[in-house]
């Protein structure tokens, strides 16, 4: 998709969007793009723009990545995640820079970094399934180190009663 879009008086905004994926011989690849510009930008904004390759049990992406945790990361990265073959059980990995743009001229890790580590069992499980979580991030505008270790479960006793449990210390 493309489009353009005319902000206030003297303000213009041009944006390309799109989605897509193709199958290889051994599994598939997914691609994502956001790209917009504005009329007194210098440089475009690349945001929500990954790449990522599935196969078997197993994907990989690069580019934008956004995890939501209970201390959120986003921005320039990797992730990996790999869920059992019954897909009760699964681990997720990543390494995010916090720029935000994916073509950002701020060098890499300027603006902080993080890492997280998630393991799960009852992945697809709604009813009963408990996860683990590290996440780290460093950010030097707080001048700050933040190590998080938590745990969420939850547990369906019936269809009137349901726990949902978290615990982080940080």
């Known amino acids: 998709t493309a489009s353009y879009r005319r902000i206030g008086e003297?303000?213009?905004?041009?944006?390309?969007?799109?989605?897509?994926?193709?199958?290889?011989?051994?599994?598939?690849?997914?691609?994502?793009g956001n790209i917009y510009t504005m009329s007194n930008q210098s440089?475009?904004?690349?945001?929500?723009?990954?790449?990522?390759y599935h196969r078997g049990n197993s994907e990989i992406t690069l580019g934008n990545v956004s995890k939501m945790l209970e201390m959120p990361l986003f921005g320039r990265g990797a992730e990996y995640s790999l869920t059992s073959s019954d897909k009760d059980k699964k681990i997720e990995l990543g390494f995010i820079d916090q720029?935000?743009?994916?073509?950002?001229?701020?060098?890499?890790?300027?603006?902080?970094?993080?890492?997280?580590?998630?393991?799960?069992?009852?992945?697809?499980?709604?009813?009963?399934?408990?996860?683990?979580v590290y996440s780290f991030r460093n950010?030097?505008?707080?001048?700050?180190?933040?190590?998080?270790?938590?745990?969420?479960?939850?547990?369906?006793?019936?269809?009137?009663?349901?726990?949902?449990?978290?615990?982080?210390?940080?």
């Open 10 to 32: 003297n303000a213009d905004m041009y944006q390309l969007m799109g989605a897509g994926g193709f199958n290889l011989p051994s599994g598939y690849v997914f691609i994502r």
């Open 43 to 52: 440089d475009p904004v690349v945001n929500n723009t990954y790449i990522s």
């Open 99 to 132: 720029s935000f743009n994916l073509i950002e001229k701020t060098p890499f890790l300027q603006n902080g970094y993080g890492m997280y580590v998630k393991g799960t069992l009852g992945a697809q499980n709604t009813s009963r399934s408990i996860s683990g």
């Open 139 to 170: 950010d030097p505008y707080e001048k700050a180190n933040h190590n998080l270790l938590g745990t969420d479960v939850q547990y369906l006793f019936s269809k009137d009663w349901k726990v949902n449990a978290k615990l982080y210390s940080g």
